[in-house]
């Protein structure tokens, strides 16, 4: 079947423009998580959301950052203001919810996001 | 604080030779541990995984790793390296307490096999 996919594969854009980014997790996969790949700070988790419960957004760096899961599928994550630091790649992975395969995530390939 | 460390940044090998990427984790509280690899411009594909059970685990193209809980590691091994291998490699927790549902990543190893 068809894996984690994300869109764009690549965006760059203005310093201060707001952008989305796409994942489209496995068919039935429930979990869906964010991280953000940056040169000097690694794989850092941004947010997790797990069916209808409240997201954990512990990872989210500031209030420009935001995310959302509509019908329990497809998530857009949205960076508000741009800015420089905010390049990255960003990485959407899912998972099953419980049992051994909530342990096993799978991640898309990437958006890798130039803030100019 | 709960956190991962892979004590390399880069390992250069010759093709054929064993290779092992250091890993070690610090944590109060039980955890998975788990060994991603990302090729370029590809995103991580799961390696391999210690959930409970033997201490010694196998994974995908002939890579395994050991749980040594006294020394808090889980070194990758893998006896004889392609040039296929050439990638960077990811140690990675999830640990049982708060922010379970997160994994907290290494900083990766970049892996560099020579002919």
């Known amino acids: 079947g068809a894996g984690v996919s994300q869109s764009p594969s690549n965006k760059v854009t203005e310093k201060g423009k707001d952008v989305e980014l796409r994942c489209d997790p496995i068919?039935?996969?429930?979990?869906l998580y964010w991280y953000r790949q940056s040169l000097g700070q690694g794989l850092e988790f941004l947010i997790y959301?797990?069916?209808?419960?409240?997201?954990?957004k512990s990872g989210l760096p500031s209030d420009r950052f935001s995310a959302e899961r509509t019908g329990g599928s497809v998530s857009t994550l949205t960076i508000q203001r741009t800015q420089q630091e905010d390049s990255a790649v960003y990485l959407c992975?899912?998972?099953?919810?419980?049992?051994?395969?909530?342990?096993?995530?799978?991640f898309g390939p990437g958006t890798r996001l130039t803030v100019t | 604080a709960q956190s991962v460390t892979q004590l390399d940044s880069q390992v250069p090998v010759f093709e054929e030779a064993p290779v092992e990427l250091r890993c070690n984790y610090s944590?109060?509280?039980?955890?998975?541990l788990f060994w991603y690899v990302q090729y370029p411009n590809q995103g991580l594909q799961l390696l391999l995984k210690?959930?409970?059970?033997?201490?010694l685990v196998k994974g995908i193209n002939g890579f395994e790793a050991e749980f040594n809980k006294s020394q808090t590691s889980f070194h990758l091994r893998k006896p004889s390296v392609h040039i296929s291998d050439t990638a960077e490699y990811f140690c990675?927790?999830?640990?049982?307490?708060?922010?379970?549902?997160?994994?907290?990543f290494g900083a990766g190893t970049r892996l560099a096999v020579h002919p």
């Open positions: 210690y959930l409970s059970g033997s201490t």
């Open positions: 068919s039935g996969h429930t979990a």
């Open positions: 990675a927790a999830r640990m049982f307490s708060g922010g379970y549902n997160k994994l907290i």
């Open positions: 992975a899912s998972s099953l919810a419980r049992g051994q395969g909530a342990n096993e995530q799978y």
């Open positions: 959301f797990q069916g209808n419960s409240a997201p954990d």
């Open positions: 944590s109060s509280v039980s955890v998975y």
